[in-house]
């Protein structure tokens, strides 16, 4: 069965230093997403990025924050200069629009630590 | 103030009873309602309810939706251990189906 997949598991970083956390998503699907969800918190949206652009993304999704589509199976979340309130799970997830509603899958998360 | 509410927060039952999550809801640029389990770490997809009234079931799982009073329950009959978690009620809205996730249900079933 299709999943999605994240990597790193675990990133511990510095404040101030640049992460990258990488995701495949399902490969026919179309929509793709980063949530986070600080520890004992709900989950949060970032962003959604369809067509290569960015569709929509939250207050949270300052200008320290970046995604990307390098190539046709990847998707990545750039952090340029971590704060200490950026600890959290990381999660990634795809869908395929159906019309009337989608169903996102959900990757294993990265969790990350900022000291 | 919260688009999704889900009750109760926690809940401590037995192996066997009946269970019954709520989620309420905002009706703005709705599309779906979907629920989550969360174990460990991603959430793991459960149910997607788009129409009012109609069931959906997976083995013990059961869910539905009601649009008019806008809210969503999820029963779990026959509880069992491996049922503990945190149970998510999500609403996707907009154009872009983003997801806007409740607090969350604690489900705790003890032997």
């Known amino acids: 069965e299709p999943e999605v997949t994240q990597t790193p598991s675990h990133q511990v970083t510095q404040m101030g230093q640049e992460v990258i956390l990488r995701c495949v998503p399902i490969s026919n699907h179309l929509y793709f997403y980063w949530y986070r969800q600080i520890l004992g918190q709900k989950v949060e949206f970032l962003v959604s990025f369809y067509n290569n652009e960015i569709s929509e993304k939250s207050e949270i999704f300052d200008d320290q924050f970046s995604v990307e589509r390098p190539d046709g199976s990847n998707f990545t979340l750039k952090i340029r200069s971590t704060k200490l309130e950026d600890s959290a799970m990381y999660f990634c997830?795809?869908?395929?629009?159906?019309?009337?509603?989608?169903?996102?899958?959900f990757g294993p998360g990265t969790r990350l630590l900022v000291l | 103030e919260d688009k999704v509410v889900q009750s109760p927060l926690s809940l401590v039952v037995h192996e066997g009873d009946t269970v019954t999550l709520n989620c309420s809801y905002e009706?703005?640029?709705?599309?779906?309602l979907l629920w989550y389990k969360q174990e460990k770490k991603a959430p793991t997809f459960l149910f997607m309810l788009?129409?009012?009234?109609i069931e959906k079931k997976s083995g013990r799982l059961s869910s539905i939706l009601d649009k008019k009073e806008l809210f969503s329950i999820l029963n779990i009959t026959a509880t069992q251990t491996g049922d503990s978690a945190i149970y998510l009620c999500?609403?996707?809205?907009?154009?872009?189906?983003?997801?806007?996730f409740g607090k969350g249900t604690l489900l705790t079933v003890n032997p």
């Open positions: 009706v703005t640029n709705f599309r779906s």
């Open positions: 999500a609403e996707s809205g907009g154009s872009n189906y983003k997801l806007t």
């Open positions: 788009t129409s009012s009234g």
């Open positions: 997830a795809s869908g395929s629009a159906s019309g009337r509603g989608e169903t996102q899958y």
